[in-house]
């Protein structure tokens, strides 16, 4: 069974410090992990797709990157408008469109 | 452009009651998700159409819940009779082209947040 786990649960930042968020998956067989973020009341909104080992993404203060075990959102110098859940989710070669999402994490950024 | 629509956005029923969940995807939108939160919970697939035809049906929890997509434009999701358990909130996705529905660049609509007594 496909799982997704994200730490931590939730993060709180200053304005302008940068951190590091995780996602650790276990899949049999990646096709694609994502990232997402969610507003509060809100659906989730598409940030990033990664396919393989060794692959990056960046949008604005934003950067995703992924290894064959864990992906990486890296957030420098946030803004208090940063502050959201992001998620993790992952595509199996063998689960047709089906997402498997971690729990999030929940970024709060202080001005 | 409209995003995807979702009503109510919020319904309390009792127990035992049934409840009828509305999704519009974005026009020209084949794909269409069904995905529910539970308190505390991931985020978790119920199932999949393509136009009218269910393509993936296999994260539906139980013959409670019946989705309907007649037409190929909107969906609903039924569920009779409702469980405490079934409290959530359900959202419904879209995606047009087939290969970013592989992607997984799913377009999200602010959920329909239900509330079993």
């Known amino acids: 069974e496909d799982q997704v786990t994200q730490s931590p649960e939730a993060l709180r930042l200053q304005e302008g410090e940068s951190s590091s968020l995780n996602c650790s998956y276990t899949?049999?067989?990646?096709?694609?992990l994502f990232w997402y973020r969610q507003d509060p009341g809100k659906g989730p909104e598409f940030l990033f797709t990664l396919y393989s080992a060794g692959e990056e993404k960046e949008k604005e203060r934003l950067k995703a990157t992924l290894t064959k075990k864990e992906s990486f959102l890296h957030i420098t110098a946030p803004k208090p408008e940063d502050s959201a859940t992001y998620l993790c989710a992952v595509q199996a070669l063998t689960s047709g469109s089906r997402l498997t999402f971690g729990e999030g994490t929940q970024l709060t950024v202080n001005p | 452009e409209a995003g995807v629509t979702q009503f109510p956005s919020h319904s309390v029923i009792e127990k035992g009651q049934t409840v009828t969940l509305r999704c519009d995807p974005i026009s020209g939108h084949d794909n269409l998700y069904w995905y529910r939160r539970v308190m505390g919970k991931e985020i978790k697939f119920l199932l999949h159409f393509v136009k009218e035809s269910k393509q993936d049906e296999s994260g539906m929890p139980n013959n409670r819940f019946l989705a309907e997509r007649t037409g190929g434009t909107y969906s609903t999701l039924k569920v009779q009779p409702a469980e405490l358990e079934d409290s959530g909130v359900y959202f419904c996705?879209?995606?047009?082209?087939?290969?970013?529905?592989?992607?997984?660049?799913?377009?999200f609509g602010e959920g329909s947040r239900l509330t079993v007594l």
């Open positions: 996705a879209s995606s047009q082209d087939g290969l970013r529905e592989m992607l997984g660049e799913l377009f």
């Open positions: 899949v049999s067989g990646l096709r694609g």
